[in-house]
């Protein structure tokens, strides 16, 4: 591969790209079909969305079903290559009672850094300023304040290190259906030098913080006792479910490695829809889980209790930066399609379905994992996967996937010695 063939590679059009890209690594004819075969995302759209695009990524799109939040049934997509997270959110859903959800203000933080001040002096001077620094943000974006969003307020910290004093101001605003970066990035760009003005220092970052601790959705849901048992296919009492999840979840309190994997199963389930929906979940993860340690130990993003019939009692509280407006959620045609089929107006109605989401997955990771173990479920789905790896055809995928799971060994090495004992005519008798 020569670099240079590389060189003002973003000025050209997408085939060129494909020829320089395909003579440079030597592409076989198949991988040139792979390279250039159209899927959903049409390729200007994307050579629109980011830089020096070849080709575009298909990730499996599927359906959650049995939703039932606020009262109204959903079908929810999910855009996620991991087996068995649909069918885990879709089973969570299916027992439990109904999620009920509330959302904050869409209310975004702006940061800005001043640095060479006295940070008291400073401080005081942006404070006293605060509402002539307000007005003047509200004229920044009129379009926003005539949705009813717009700026609200100006806090100021002074954080100091060896370097000395610096200020950190936060801007806070009502961002409506915006996810919020650009209009946030704006206004703390065209706010800068007048606080440069005021505190004699210098502004160096003005950007949004994506720990959007303001801008909060909640969703709660009860799992009977009884739907709890039906769910083991009566192994397991609905008591000792519930006793079990509880469990699961105070080891999550307790220990930080724990309370990493649980909250990976929560985001297994948000990324999903986020991604679905055109949405930045590099935004939604670095918010989640720094306020997961937001009040010092880094903790479960659920949380569970019993109710006084004894039933299962989850709850959800998460950071979620989300928009309809704008981005990829506008011009991606799968992710129109899923807010279509969400039948969604706000950011807000969006962040609820996705909070409940996020309590349906983790539930059923738990409940999974505290009963019969994650594998059954999990490998289940993911068996036919590994045989296709091993190399089954169509026909010899499902034979070889069924023959792993009675074995207990679902593996790449099971699946070839499966295959092997097939393709030869020996006994498959385990
Ligand atoms: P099951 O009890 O064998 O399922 O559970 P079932 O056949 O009785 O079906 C129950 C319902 O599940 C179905 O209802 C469907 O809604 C759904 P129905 O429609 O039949 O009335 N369902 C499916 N939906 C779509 N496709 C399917 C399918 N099968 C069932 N093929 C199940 C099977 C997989 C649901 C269960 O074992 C389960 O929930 N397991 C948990 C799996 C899981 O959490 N996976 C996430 C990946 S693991 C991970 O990364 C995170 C983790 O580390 C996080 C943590 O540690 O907390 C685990």
Not at 79 to 98: D, H, T, W, Y
Not at 179 to 191: P, R, S
Not at 210 to 220: T, V
Request: aromatic content about 6%; cysteine-free.
């Amino acid at each position: 591969m020569d670099k240079e063939a590389f060189s003002g590679f973003y000025k050209k059009e997408i085939n060129e790209r494909q020829e320089i890209f395909a003579k440079e690594f030597d592409l076989s004819e198949e991988d040139k079909k792979l390279l250039t075969k159209e899927g959903p995302l049409p390729f200007e759209i994307a050579n629109k969305m980011v830089e020096n695009v070849v080709s575009t990524f298909p990730l499996p799109y599927g359906l959650a079903t049995n939703f039932n939040i606020d009262g109204k049934d959903y079908i929810i997509p999910f855009a996620i290559e991991e087996p068995s997270v649909v069918a885990a959110a879709s089973n969570a859903a299916k027992l439990s009672s109904g999620f009920e959800t509330s959302a904050d203000d869409p209310v975004m933080i702006g940061q800005i850094q001043v640095v060479n001040v006295d940070g008291a002096k400073a401080k005081v001077a942006v404070e006293k300023a605060r509402e002539e620094l307000l007005s003047f943000a509200t004229t920044i974006d009129p379009i926003l304040v005539k949705f009813g969003g717009g700026p609200k307020d100006i806090t100021v910290e002074v954080l100091n290190d060896e370097e000395g004093d610096m200020l950190d101001i936060h801007l806070l605003v009502d961002v409506r259906d915006a996810m919020g970066a650009n209009a946030i990035n704006t206004m703390t760009e065209k706010l800068a030098p007048k606080i440069e003005e005021l505190t004699g220092g210098k502004v160096i970052l003005r950007i949004i913080s994506n720990l959007a601790i303001y801008r909060r959705a909640q969703a709660k849901t009860t799992w009977t006792k009884e739907s709890l048992a039906a769910s083991t296919k009566g192994q397991f009492k609905g008591e000792d479910v519930v006793d079990a999840i509880l469990n699961a979840y105070r080891f999550a309190n307790a220990t930080q490695f724990r309370a990493t994997t649980h909250n990976k199963g929560i985001m297994n389930g948000i990324d999903a829809v986020v991604i679905a929906t055109g949405n930045d979940f590099r935004a939604i993860e670095s918010g989640a889980h720094s306020f997961a340690s937001y009040e010092g130990n880094y903790s479960p993003l659920t949380k569970y209790s019993k109710d006084k019939e004894g039933n299962l009692v989850g709850e959800i509280d998460i950071p979620l930066a989300l928009g309809l407006v704008g981005g990829a959620t506008k011009v991606h045609p799968l992710a129109q399609l899923s807010i279509k089929i969400l039948g969604i107006k706000t950011a807000n109605d969006l962040a609820k379905i996705i909070a409940s989401v996020g309590l349906a997955q983790n539930f059923a990771a738990l409940r999974a994992l505290s009963t019969e173990g994650i594998q059954r479920g999990h490998m289940r789905l993911h068996a036919a996967n590994i045989a296709t790896q091993a190399g089954a055809s169509k026909e010899e995928e499902q034979i070889v996937a069924q023959k792993m799971i009675e074995t207990g060994e679902v593996n790449q090495g099971k699946a070839e010695e499966i295959l092997k004992t097939m393709r030869t005519g020996g006994s498959l008798a385990s």
